[in-house]
């Protein structure tokens, strides 16, 4: 796999995630405490562990409710995904979905939002 993360944040994010351990599905995106932008089912919220090689700005954009995958989530889910997504174009320039062989948080549904180095 890829991995847009320098070598030392690399290493601070697997030690986050091996610290886990067992407890690894606990790992939520706390974003009542973290987001910079809420939207009715949405936030947004800065990534911990940015993708340093690849962008200037990382931000995570997650669901309130908490779900797995994509197919989850409800239809008011899905239309206020589908502004915000329209809303944020010119901010970002791509969006960043890990499928589930590579999610490190398999439990928590999230799009990584990445404005990249020129």
């Known amino acids: 796999m890829a991995n847009f993360r320098s070598p ?13 351990g067992a407890n690894k599905e606990k790992i939520i995106l706390n974003w009542e405490k973290e ?23 990382h931000d995570l954009l997650v669901p309130k409710r908490v779900f797995s995958s ?8 899905f239309e206020e995904l589908k502004q915000i997504k329209s809303d944020i174009s ?12 590579h ?3 398999p439990e928590h549904f999230h799009w ?7």
Do not use: C, G
Request: charged share 30%; aromatic share 16%.
């Open 8 to 20: 030392e944040l690399q290493e601070k994010y697997s030690s986050y995630i091996d610290d886990k």
């Open 90 to 101: 010119s901010r970002y320039s791509f969006i960043i979905e890990n499928l589930p062989s």
């Open 35 to 57: 987001a910079t932008e809420v939207f009715e089912h949405w936030a947004i919220m800065p990534a911990k562990f940015p993708y340093d090689l690849i962008s200037k700005e």
């Open 103 to 105: 999610q490190s948080i």
């Open 112 to 118: 990584n939002l990445i404005k990249a180095k020129q």
């Open 70 to 77: 994509f197919s989850r989530m409800n239809y008011e889910e």
